[in-house]
Structure formats: C-alpha cells, structure tokens
C-alpha cells in the first residue's frame, strides 16, 4: 500500500546475514562455500534427491554446485508455458488505464456502489449518509480472491461464469470520502475530529466486501447488487478472537473483559485463502490507528506493556484521529481507539485493544451469517498476507506471511493436524481444526544459500520468562508479540515483506521485497539476501539510497517437505530502471519493456504464470504502477554475483548473492499501466484463467484538500472520468475474443 504506517520499529540486535557469514568471502572459498562448514552448511539438506541452488562463485565461475534435498519436478499435470503470449505495453504517466493490446480492462465495483437493492446509487460527493456505507463497496480495495459458485448457486471448484468476489477496503483517501476532506480542528495532541458523521463513514469504508459477480453470455462482467451472498465486514462487526491468544489476559479489554472477542477489523491489505474454501484477510498497519500519547501514559505502564507498544508502535495521536470524537456513545464507539490506561484493570478501558489487531482473520463466503475469526495461532504483526502450501493428504497444512514493514520478518505456520481431503468444503470450522492449533516459525536466510525456521514456542531457547531483554509468560504472550520473540530468536531483517505465492509448478514459495531506504538498509547491513545498497535517481532528487526499487526472494524446502525446518534460496527478480547499473543495481537485466521499481502483489495463476504488482514512490517519474507476468524457473537456475555497493559518502562494500536466472523479455512483460497515483492490487482468477481480477487502489490520492473544491486540480479522475472524484474500483480484464489471459 501506498499510506505506511511503517516505521521501523525493530531496535533488536538480531542478524542481518553478513552478522553470520562475512560476505567479503575469497573468491576460491566463493566457489566452495556449499561445500565447506560456514554457519549452517547445506549438508542439512543431505538425504533427498539432487538439487538446484547455486554454489557461491563470481560472476564467471563454474557450474553451481547442486544443494542435496531440494528436487523441483513439475506435477505431471502441469507444465509450465514457455513463452508469455502478448505484446509488452509502454510505460505511462497518464489517468488511464493501458493495457496490452488484445485485451480489454473493464471497471466492476468502485468504491460506493451499492450492495442490496435497497441502497441508493452513490452520488460520490461526500454526502451520502455514513450508515449507507454499510452496504456499499469501501475504499482501497486490495487483497481479494474469486470463489466460484455453480448455476445453482453452489460451492463449486471449477465454475468460472459465477462467483463471490472477496475484496478488503485497506484504508481511506479523506480527502475524497467526505464533503470537504475530514473535518480537523487543532494541531498536534489536541487535534480533534469534530464530524461523528464523517468518523462513522469511515468506519464503514475499512474492512472486507463480499460481493457476487457474474458472467454474461457476451464475455462482460457485472457485479450483482442484490445477491444473498454480499455482506460487509468493517471495524464495527464482532469478530470471535480465536486460538492460543484467545481468551487470556492480554486480550481482556472494556468490550470483552475474557478476551474472547474484539469490534472490527481493520487495514485489510493483503489476503490468503484456505483448502477449505474461506478467505483469509491480513491486518497490516492497524497499529497507527490508536491513540497513545506515550508521555501521559507510559508512567501508568510496567515495563513489558512499555516493550509490547514500542516495538509495534502504539503511540501517537491515531492514524485518523477516530479516539477524539466526543461525546462517546455508551459502548464506547469512538474511545475504544484510545489505548492508554485509563481505568483500574484492563477490562475497564482498551489499553490491550492493539492486542486484538494485527492477526490474521478468517471469512467463510459462502456462509453470509458464519462468525468470523482472528486466528491467533499464526503470530500478531504487520501481516501482508497467508498464503497456503498445495493441501497434501496426510500432511500439515502450512501457510507463509510476511511483516510489512522495513527490517521485518518472513514467517510460516504448520499446522498440527494433517489434512484431510473431507473438509475440502468445511467452512469455519475446519479453520477451527487446523489453524487454531500449530508452530509458527521466522525465517534465517544464511549466507550460504540455505535457510532454517526458527520455532517460536515458549519454553525453548530465548523465549522464557528468564530472557532479560522480554520475559515471556506463556505461548499467548509469544503469540501477541511475535516481533519480540521473532527478534530474540535471531530472525532475518528483510526489505519490506510483502505478498508471497507458491509456484503450482515447482512448488517454491515467492516473496517481494518492496524497497528499503538508507536509514532501514544501510551499507553496513546490506547481506546476501537483502544485498543493494545504492542511489536511485529520480527526476532532480539524487538522494534515494538504500533497495529503493526492491527485489523478489524465493525459497523451496526439501524434497517438497513443506513442513521442514530448512530451505534453500535465491533473489528471483531485482527490481531497477532498465538504465541502472547492470553490475550492481540491474542484476536482473531489465529493459525498456519489463523493468519496474517496489514490487507488492504476487499471483500464480493456475496456469504458472506469475504476476507481479507494483506500489511505487521511485520510478513515478517515469511510469504509474503496474502489472507484470513472468515465467520463472527453478530455485537455483542463475548464478551467484558479487555486487560493489556505494552509499551517499563514497563508501563501498561487496555482497556475494544468489541470482536468478535472467528471464529477459519472452519471459517477463509489462503487462498493464494503471491511473495517476494509484496502487496496483489484488489478483484473483476464474478457474478456467479466461478472467483476471485486479485492484486500482487509491487513484488521484496526491490531490490536497485544498483542491477539493476545484475539480479540474484532481490528480486523477479514473474511472468515471470528466470531472468526476476518483474512486477505487475492481477491473475484470479479459482477451478479446476468449483465451486464457496472458498466453
């Protein structure tokens, strides 16, 4: 997304790689290190068949030295195409949509449309009624996923004419949501909302839409206003706090003193789904939304509670100032986001409300009246997304995430209960069996070329109440603070984690590093898998060092074995202008036709096609985001390059890394440009492939209050066009004439 909440709140100590490995490695250990006995030697991985990952070497070294028990075989049923099958599109800079020839883009659900027939059309002034909100699409869609239906309105597998769409509403551009731009009156710590009406539009606008769509004989699509199925989910539903955290004390707040439940849902940006048939929607930056003025209220806090706040950042005025609003109703509406003590014992006030948010929380679409729950099992943070393992019969389920946010973490949940093919259509209460019970583990990338899970379970290693830096109580406290425990472990700090996606065809799991700076990638911590340290010069500012443009990493556990402890990786694509240095920031070899900055949105299609999704501040100059396709290989299909990286004072430093192979254009193409200032989001497919669903978030969101009253001083006006206000909207893009998309 494009408004972060993301400040770096991560103090720890822990390792970037070159604190394990020193990467400034002579070139004839370069060219053994796979088979020598530096940090955790890929002999961890002996015992399977041979595979992929590159030896460390220089750019010209010899053939990379296999990594035993990391075999890629395609399923029989699937092979991957070997070519992209369309035109690349040009970069753009204009408030349109361009995308490539042959294909057709089409608007479906915009921000305000009404779902039930009883809901007015949206005027898109400001002035429709708040409560009508809770029946109209929200702002910001990103995440989303298509879960068919058959003719009969049924759980299907393979309908492609019919289904739900699930899309989360992240946040709010204010500017455009009201008359006027948000009402304010004060600055600093007394600034205050003064307008309940635009607090409570607002509340409605965040959260999760679940909204029929369907086919029509001609190829076009619509969504259905009036459909049983559409439903809304927002910051004021009751949402069930599931799992290990559920129920104990840090959870207990005013409107639930067990802790057994929260009110809402909240920064909804990326998304996951399950074998069994339900959504999974991620809270990424909620933590700016709550009122904590730090001075006021430290003092009435222990030390732990201290911790808990600094490390997810809990301070601050809130995001959008909704704790200011007064007078509050009886249940709290509004002083529910104020998170300071204010009362004898956390169940008189909400000074453990930020414990009930940053989980990951689970919709079962087909069930319009079902519970929905934040499953505590897989870690409290900045989550971008879950994103499931191929469900194999008598194995674990397991699902990858990411902390988005600068010097994060990447971490992985295994459940304990191996699946079992009769819930394929379980609902909620399959969830209730394999996700309320489980390991969750952080990622070490070692310099190496191999990888280790780290288990973050109470009672082992660092992770007890003896740990002077935190004492841990018990799993729940493990669980609500998994930052803390993730850092006390020794986790890897990585660029920006943000989506990730499992290769139907290989199996190996992707992940996009959406940039770093300076202050967060210095040239000290730069290591092997976060290895750029550089100038990305953007118009007449010279001074955008660090991973500006980001990169992609891949992994892949052995022998398919996605429930193991270890991996193997490398750097699939490097983000960068086509013009930038090919030794040392375009390690990829980007052109005019596919090059790209701040990668985010991750999609395999079921076809293996990857798509890639940009949300960019760097390259603005050049192009509006994007979307992307790409062909990948296996991991370990490049070579290994040493980049000489230099910041703002001269200084230099080398990285050994493991590189991709170079798709070049055949295999990676531009595929579509989006609006002015807008995100490109949010990936979902038909079945047959013939349909690719994506996000326009946040269209003209560089346009200041002030303008409000002067339309044509818009930044953007897609997609109605005119003078209109711009909107977030869900495109249907389709190839004319039929086919599946991209080949």
Known sequence: MTIHDDAVTNPSNGPHLNDLVDARIEDAGRRGLLRGSLGLSAMSFLGGATGLLAGCGSDDSPAPTAVAGTTQTAPAALARPSALGFTPVAKSVADSVSVTAGYTATPIFRLGDPMTAATTAYKNDGTDPAASFATRAGDHHDGMHFFPLDANGQRSTTASDRGLLVINHEAITPAFLHPAGQTITGTGNAAVRTSAEEVLREYYVHGVAVVEVRRAANGTWSYVQNSSFNRRIHTLTDIVLAGPAGRTALMATKYSPDGSRTRGTLNNCGNGYTPWGTYLTAEENWAGYFRRIAAVDDPKRNAKEKAQNARYGVAGTGRELWATVTPDTGDDLYGRWNAEVRAGTPAGDYRFAPHTYGWIVEIDPYAPTSPVKKRTALGRFAHEGAWPAKAVVGKPVVFYMGCDSRNEYIYKFVSARNWDAADANGGIAAGDKYMDDGKLYVARFNADGTGTWLELKFGTGPLTAANTNYSFSDQADVLINARIAADAVGATKMDRPEWGAVDPVT???????????????????????????????????????GNPNGHIVRWLEPNGDTSATTFAWDIFLFGARATANAANVNLSGLTAENDFSSPDGLWFSNKGVCWIQTDDGAYTDVTNCMLLAALPGTVGDGTTKTVTNTDATGATKQVTTRVGAAPGTAKLRRFLVGPKDCEITGLAETPDGQTLFINIQHPGEDTPNSAIGTPSAYTSHWPDGGLSRPRSATLAITKNGGGVVGL
Do not use: E, I, W
């Open 507 to 545: 199996g190996a799991v992707y992940m996009t590093l959406t940039n770093s700076n300076a202050s967060s990638r210095t040239l000290a911590s730069t290591d092997a898998a976060n290895p750029r340290h550089y100038n990305d010069v953007k118009g007449t500012s010279t001074n955008q060092f």
